[in-house]
């Protein structure tokens, strides 16, 4: 079974930083893909940033561009996301996710989440 671990989500005030961090652990995978998502009270989830092993490319949403830095390391399946200047519509539980199929659009596995939240 893979297990996907977030952790590094708090409180912050506006315009500070969090850095959150995604390991997996139990069976052995490779992903093509690692990414972020969150989701606040009422809304639905949204994708925050991704990166793709394969393509060597990265993507973000248009409301992160510029504040949020997605990395990590596909030999090991973790994947980072630093957010600074963060903003109160920033708060939201933040999940990763992972995808293991090369041509699929679809995450196959995803974290507990964690919670960030910015206070004005």
């Known amino acids: 079974q893979v297990k996907l671990v977030e952790s590094g989500g708090g409180l912050v005030q506006a315009g500070g930083s969090l850095r959150l961090s995604c390991a997996a652990s139990g069976r052995t995978f490779r992903s093509y893909a690692m990414g972020w998502f969150r989701q606040a009270p009422g809304k639905e989830r949204e994708s925050v940033a991704a990166?793709?092993?394969?393509?060597?490319?990265?993507y973000y949403a248009d409301s992160v561009k510029g504040r949020f830095t997605i990395s990590g390391d596909n030999t090991k399946n973790t994947v980072y996301l630093q957010m600074n200047s963060l903003k109160p519509e920033d708060t939201a539980v933040y999940y990763c996710?992972?995808?293991?199929?090369?041509?699929?659009?679809?995450?196959?596995?995803w974290g507990q989440g964690t919670q960030v939240t910015v206070s004005s």
């Open positions: 996710a992972a995808r293991v199929q090369p041509a699929s659009a679809r995450y196959d596995y």
């Open positions: 990166i793709s092993w394969s393509l060597g490319s990265t």
